[in-house]
């Protein structure tokens, strides 16, 4: 059921798991790192995560469309609720500060989809089964494609602004 | 039960298998966005995860500071107590009730200054219990003082301008000398190995540490280097601590690992005889 | 006195910046020759949180906020509708919003204050390197009347060290905040006249008060561990010590620090260290240490809500039973209550003088309250005292140096190591004249009688209370509640009505023939207090015989107590 531990997939159920597993976690992270920017007070990042997370949780029903494209039992998929810990790479949290700009965290989000794409192009070249390769071509296609569209979206936001993180308050102290 | 090396961690018996996010609460953490702890926390939920551990079963414990404000954000059987106090509250726990599993959270603050003496009796005793410390080397919660394991020379705090002027502690070195029967060393920003030791180290019996070096992007915002000379070391664990107490004092306090120790110490319990009545006991009063 | 005055809270989150901009007005109105006085409220992040700011406004001196403020000013309203009963805003006053950073809360709105608009986010922008709280700041001083120079003074001497450039765009945005707001009604100050001389005026905190305090007294060694909110103490005297001549040091734990500074006391160095209801609850046995081997030491406890770790960042009067009760045995000691800002430095200037004069752990009771308010006052009266440790020089001509000699006083020389012919072995056993342990009944019985004498038999003047006014109805309280009574009673003196104000700071000893006289001719007696479970009532049932009619108005924290709320219950109460 779990896969071997190098990480190799060589089964389509297996592959999927992983799939649908990423573009759920990536949901639940957006979603994580929406209530932080809420709690914070950046409400223009907050509504930024949120935006993102609904369009990963749009990357899950795709999962979804392509294990019916697959001939793979959805629900079979669905119902494995763990896939090991090497699928559970968490994004890097340093890189995310209160007062960040929309560019720095589609930069990171680019981030996340490229780690993503790395895994299914390294799964692709590491199974021996035909079917699992080109299915995770693909996926790491799909993340591509994502990545991409997180490009377009940069091009919205400006860059940089030299006071970005300057807070004039000192810290507070809380116990 | 007795001299046992292995221990069998049981998980879920209801047939239930659980992910991560059955471990977290509802509630939003107030760490500053970019600390530590949120990988921290994920790894943690993650570990639970794959020991499929019923979150009802659970316990973890802490004191107060930034870190111990960590049970509140998971869904498992939380203590925040009072300063420096976690591991003795874990103790009495687990020896009262030894069927759960208990975990330790705290910060470098609250786990080696105040809570300095009890780390050392908490590694003799050896209870069964894993023990997360989360060290930014820096006392958050009160805005930024040196703790422990900060640089004699860091001079950022009011309280120590010119620096503490005294050698940090080495919480893993004291941590052998003391009886810890699992010794390792992870990093926040390398989440997967350290969910990983925290499935070990939960199944390893006896008193687990791992020092988790976790950044404070406030107070220490330097740490964010952090992950550029953090390596991992490249042997195996040692089993008899003469070389492990050799590779940690040689270590540099950046290299996360395997484990850097585990012992075959048999765990401290409570193993009543629970062999009169209270009828009985009254015999010795007669005339 | 008849205060009258203008207050303000700023509001804002995340970056905003409104601490920083309370403390540039704080300091303006004390360049412009006013009075002021702020405290903050912040939410539960260490940075980018909610906070707010309230600065009170005058001609006359200020010790504690008003029951309303007139003027709030929000740079955005993010996670701040639950401060709605701490901001209190009066009906009649004003609201400064930014229609860009979302709607008033209701619960705000609730007041029925006019709202105004300042789009202080987007006008910012207009100004290179324009920041909205300094507009904010500009806002708010047109609509109070704040001189520009003020400001331009003050910024200069804050951000001066960023650079021309940086200071520039600060007071380009507060004069265009100033003229953003030329629609608003003003709100000034009004009644007396702002105070030209220089070199009379300072602006401080309680806590900082505390550490000169200490340091006048003599003060030398400090142990210090971090603790909210009394860190600020350890940390203004962690570099003003080194510069007299002193010392501090950081160590492990609150029982390192009590420990450390009895060490230090008995090596002849006055000493003391700072802390919270936590720690004073962790510090208890060895106090009671420092009370049986007679060692001078101060412990500071700036309370904050309690019990346990309790609300860490407001202020709370229940610490009082530990203060006087918290030690095992029959220990008696000394505890003090600071009652305003400026009365931290005189409190614990004496602290260290009775300290060392009776030779006896005593602890000063503070709050966040005062702790963390900034004032601007008038220079304090500063105070000296003849503070010596009666000490052994020599050895008696005849028999061996008697450390616990049963004097008449009780008070009995201590030898400072290093004191040829007077070496003792200090102890927390019971002890013979000598210092040596004993478990005779004769010698406990002494023992007890001496420690107890010393601090009965002491002359402690006019400093036990503050009494004020003429009454048969008298106002009954202690720290930080006092300025509040102040007002309140100098607002029904206006009005005809006449009260006593009696706010007692030596809290132990019990003093029965002082307290006597305060209150003769008394008929009833309010007794305010900050805890829940009224302890100051209780302890001064227990301590004093009290007028039939005695009423208790007692609330913990977290919201201050008002004079408003004071007048109310002394006027219902006819």
Redesign the interface.
């Known amino acids: 059921m779990n896969p071997t531990p190098q990480g190799k997939i060589d089964n389509l159920e297996d592959l999927l798991r992983y799939a649908r597993k990423f573009e759920r976690d990536a949901a639940l992270r957006y979603s994580e790192l929406a209530d932080q920017m809420e709690v914070f007070n950046n409400p223009e990042l907050a509504n930024l995560f949120r935006k993102m997370a609904v369009i990963e949780q749009m990357h899950v029903d795709d999962v979804s469309a392509l294990c019916g494209e697959l001939g793979v039992e959805e629900e079979d998929i669905a119902k494995t609720r763990w896939v090991g810990l090497e699928a559970s790479e968490a994004p890097d949290y340093s890189e995310i500060h209160y007062q960040a700009l929309p560019a720095h965290m589609i930069r990171l989000a680019m981030g996340f989809e490229q780690k993503n794409a790395e895994f299914y192009a390294n799964l692709a070249k590491g199974t021996s089964n035909d079917k699992v390769r080109e299915a995770a071509k693909r996926l790491q296609a799909e993340e591509e494609m994502h990545l991409r569209e997180l490009e377009t979206w940069l091009k919205r936001y400006p860059e940089s602004d030299p006071d970005w993180d300057y807070d004039m308050d000192p810290p507070m102290e809380l116990e | 039960m007795d001299g046992e090396a292995v221990k069998t961690v049981s998980p879920c018996q209801s047939g239930i298998s659980h992910e991560a996010q059955d471990y977290r609460s509802e509630v939003k953490p107030v760490w500053c966005p970019g600390c530590g702890d949120y990988s921290v926390l994920a790894a943690l939920t993650n570990a639970l995860a794959d020991l499929n551990l019923p979150p009802e079963e659970v316990a973890l414990v802490s004191g107060i500071g930034c870190s111990s404000r960590i049970p509140a954000y998971t869904n498992v059987y939380g203590f925040h107590g009072v300063h420096g106090r976690a591991l003795p509250v874990a103790t009495g726990l687990k020896l009262a009730r030894p069927d759960l599993t208990v975990l330790v959270a705290s910060g470098d603050g609250d786990g080696f200054s105040i809570g300095g003496n009890h780390f050392l009796h908490a590694c003799r005793r050896n209870v069964d219990m894993t023990y997360i410390i989360m060290d930014n080397q820096v006392y958050g919660m009160t805005k930024g003082q040196a703790s422990p394991t900060t640089d004699p020379g860091w001079t950022g705090s009011d309280l120590t301008p010119e620096g503490s002027g005294i050698n940090p502690f080495q919480p893993l070195v004291i941590a052998l000398a003391a009886g810890a029967n699992f010794i390792a060393r992870c990093f926040s920003g390398e989440p997967v190995h350290l969910a990983e030791t925290i499935v070990e180290a939960i199944k390893h019996p006896g008193f687990s540490i791992i020092q988790v070096l976790s950044p404070c992007v406030t107070f220490r915002p330097e740490q964010r280097a952090w992950k550029d000379f953090i390596r991992p070391v490249e042997d195996n664990y040692a089993t008899d601590m003469r070389s492990a107490a050799k590779r940690l004092l040689n270590d540099d306090g950046f290299t996360i690992g395997q484990v850097l120790y585990k012992g075959d110490r048999k765990a401290y319990r409570c193993q009543p005889k629970a062999d009169l009545t209270i009828a009985q006991l009254t015999e010795e009063f007669e005339l | 006195m008849n205060t009258q005055s203008v207050s303000v809270v700023l509001a804002g ?9 309370g403390t540039i007005l704080l300091e303006a109105a004390g360049e412009a020759g006013w009075y002021a006085y702020m405290t903050r409220s ?1 939410g ?8 707010t700011a309230t600065l009170r406004f005058s001609h006359s001196p200020l010790f504690c906020q008003d029951d309303q403020s007139q003027l709030l000013v929000g740079i ?1 309203w ?2 701040l509708g639950k401060y709605a009963k701490e901001m209190a805003l009066s009906s009649t006053g004003l609201i400064v919003t930014d229609p860009a950073q ?1 709607a008033v809360p209701d619960q705000i709105l609730a007041s029925g204050a006019a709202v105004y608009n300042i789009a202080f986010k987007k006008m910012a922008r207009s100004v290179a ?1 324009g ?1 909205p ?1 300094m507009l904010a700041v500009g806002a708010i001083a047109k609509v109070i009347g704040l001189p520009v120079e003020a400001i331009a003074a003050v910024l200069e001497k804050i951000l001066g060290y960023k650079g021309e450039a940086v200071l520039t765009s600060s007071l380009d945005a507060v004069k265009l905040g100033m003229e953003l707001a030329a629609d608003i009604p003003s709100r000034p100050v009004v009644g007396g006249v702002a105070k030209t001389e220089t070199g009379k005026r300072w602006t401080i905190t309680g806590n900082k008060g505390v550490g000169l305090g200490v340091i006048r007294g003599g003060v030398r060694y400090v142990a ?6 009394a ?1 600020e103490i ?2 203004w005297l ?2 003003a010590l080194d510069r007299v001549g002193g010392a ?1 040091v ?1 160590v ?3 029982l390192a620090s009590i420990n450390h500074i009895l060490g230090a006391s008995y090596g002849g160095v006055p000493a003391m260290t700072a802390t919270s209801g ?1 720690g004073l609850a962790l510090m208890t046995e060895s106090i009671g240490l420092g009370v049986a081997a007679e060692l001078p030491v101060v412990i500071v406890n700036v309370m904050r809500g309690g019990p ?2 309790g609300i ?2 407001k202020a709370e009067q229940s610490d009082l039973n530990i203060a006087l009760h918290g030690l095992h045995g029959d220990a008696p000691h000394i505890v003090l209550g600071a009652n305003s800002v400026t009365d931290c430095i005189f409190t614990a200037q004496w602290s260290v003088h009775l300290a060392e004069t009776l030779q006896v752990p005593t602890i000063l009771l503070s709050d966040q309250g005062l702790g963390q308010a900034q004032a601007v006052v008038d220079k304090p009266r500063e105070f000296t005292f003849d503070t010596r440790r009666l000490v052994a020089e020599s050895p008696p001509m005849t028999g061996k140096y008697q450390r616990y000699q049963a004097t008449e006083s009780g008070v009995s020389e201590m030898a400072i190591p290093g004191t040829t012919g007077c070496q003792y072995t200090a102890d927390g056993l019971e002890h013979a004249e000598s210092g040596l342990p004993s478990s005779m009944e004769s010698d406990h019985l002494m023992q007890l009688k001496k420690r107890l004498r010393k601090l009965v038999t002491y002359d402690y003047g006019d400093y036990w209370a503050d009494i004020e006014g003429e009454g048969e109805v008298a106002v009954l309280t202690w720290g930080s509640c006092t300025p509040a009574a102040r007002e309140a009673l100098a607002r029904l003196k206006a009005k005809g009505q006449n009260f006593k104000l009696i706010s007692i700071g030596l809290l132990s000893p019990v003093l029965p023939d002082k307290f006597a006289q305060a209150m003769a001719g008394v008929k009833k007696v309010l007794v305010v207090e900050q805890s829940f479970s009224a302890q100051f009532l209780h302890n001064l049932k227990s301590a004093y015989p009290l007028p039939a009619e005695v009423k208790s108005f007692a609330r913990p924290g977290p919201l201050a107590i008002k004079p408003g709320e004071i007048c109310e219950q002394l006027e219902s109460w006819r």
């Open positions: 989150s995340g970056g905003a910046g409104v601490i920083t901009a912040a539960a992040q260490i940075r980018g949180g909610e906070a955005d993010q996670n979302g390197g920041r709280n210090a561990y971090p603790i909210t909110p860190t350890l940390e962690a570099p501090l950081q492990e734990d609150e936590p346990s770790t860490p960042t």
